[in-house]
């Protein structure tokens, strides 16, 4: 292949990228609409949808620890919550089923969620909200605090195989010295905190946040068919949730 050839084929290759990308606007009001729908009374009725949404947008990212994590951990509950209960009924599991009744819908949505955080960059985060008319305090806020949770769990697994070295990691080092690994946890993550902040504040600084401009998206964001798909699956499995009856009431 000639060397002119080769920048034209990744130009194909962006754009045929971004056709099948889902617009950011689409995946925020997904996650918004997931949200109401499980929180909601009656909510119950919608976990297996927006579980079924989680783990294949799970798939369709490649995230296997995910999209098998969200599946194993909801069966846990399901067994938790509505199967031990009939098994062996007394105050303790009515307890225990309470509680996966509500947290299990917190892992449907949070699924949803991470799909969002793990596919839309700042910049695509930022175009969207300008496409909607956002204020632009509201918009470099969260685009910051995008860029912000990934930083700071990233120095929270550096932390934690530094303490792991010294023993203090685990059950075994927080039973044995519990003072000792809490401090050595949250002063440097409350160091590693305030170093991500101001790297981000930088950042966005130098990326024009701060502008009293508008900037110009190099990518504006566009209903393409990828929205097309993703919304019509919601629509098809919100009107089975419907009218099937669900296996968590």
Known sequence: MSAPALPELRARTLDAQRQWGVDPRVKILLVLACSIA?????????????????IGMAVSERAWPRALGLPATVTVMWVLGWLLPLWWPNAFTAIIALACTYLIRFVATIGVGMHLVATTSPMQLAAAFRAWRIPRPITVTLAVML?????VSSEAASVLDAMRLRGLAG???LLRRPVLALERFTVPMIAASLRASEDLS???I????GS???PTAMHPPRFGPADLILVTISALLTTAALILPSPLA
């Open 212 to 214: 009293h401009r508008t």
């Open 171 to 173: 059950t075994k080092g």
């Open 202 to 204: 930088a950042s966005a």
């Open 206 to 209: 130098l990326r024009g946040l």
């Open 147 to 151: 860029r912000f949770f990934p930083v």
């Open 38 to 54: 499980v929180m909601s009374p009656g909510g119950l009725r919608f976990v297996p949808v927006v579980l079924i949404l989680a």
